[in-house]
């Protein structure tokens, strides 16, 4: 069964690869030692957080005061993410703390029971990478990522981007690159599969091939894939109501809501 403590426990799994991890309870708090950007460090529940607003208040005001600290010292901003389910309460407590609510999506899953294929795109092909590719092609990959996310990216893929995606998939982890009449068009990654769940991420098209098709092809070809090796189930967060409805289409079922929250700074 897919409950939402072991969906915590997989997203607290993944999160504590390539991050330093701090046991903080009744947190965990993973910090990305390179990257400043605020999503990629954050901190997870490790308990179920239930109760009345006035004793959770009194219970996480100390920890609530250890984790900005120790976000600040590593010059990162305090955020944190976890499924609602595993931890009702916890969003009304951090609000009142005053945190703020960063997103609430639907997180969706999907298992050899519900999948569905995606009707065809004519000229649409998607190819599954492996660390014998070569860097031109993962180039391709972190390319389409990158600027499916957002167009004003003006880095560019380096070698070390390029290892780092071979050891992920070395790892266990899926990628996979749609090109649309040849040309590329769509991305879709798997995290490493843990305790038989796996979580499609980084699902991004390029805005000329939008509309087409190409995010719904890639969510079944990778959804596919990965049940195919034995995976139980795969899951995934949708970034609102309307993305959501794409990968139902395909077997991905409404599960349960993931949350973020975020301490703006004072102004």
Known sequence: MITPDRLESYLRHSAGLGRETIESPPFVIFIDPEDPLPF???????????????????RLA????????????RGRTPR???VEEFAPDLGAALVAAGFAQEG???????????????????????????????????????SVERH??????????????CEDLRDNIHRGGLAFLARLSGQPAGVASYSVPW?????????????????????????????????????????????????????QRVGFRPHARALAYWDPPLS
């Open 40 to 58: 990629f460090s954050y901190a997870h529940p490790v308990e179920p957080i239930a109760g009345d607003l006035e004793s959770l208040s009194s």
């Open 80 to 82: 944190l993410e976890f």
């Open 62 to 73: 100390e920890p609530l005061t250890a984790l900005r600290s120790l976000f600040s010292s």
């Open 104 to 142: 609430r999506y639907p997180l969706l899953v999907c298992d050899p029971q519900s999948y569905r294929t995606a009707p065809l795109v004519r000229g649409l092909e998607i190819q599954e990478l492996t660390i014998d590719n070569r860097s031109s092609e993962l180039r391709e990959f972190l």
């Open 195 to 247: 305790d038989g769940l796996t979580e499609l991420t980084g699902i991004a098209t390029l805005p000329a091939y939008r509309g087409r098709g190409v995010a719904m092809a890639i969510t079944a070809a990778a959804a596919q894939a990965a049940l195919g090796r034995g995976i139980e189930a795969a899951f995934l967060t949708a970034g609102d109501v309307q993305a959501g409805r794409v990968y």
């Open 148 to 161: 499916g996310f957002d167009h004003r990216v003006t880095e560019e893929v380096t070698e070390g981007d």
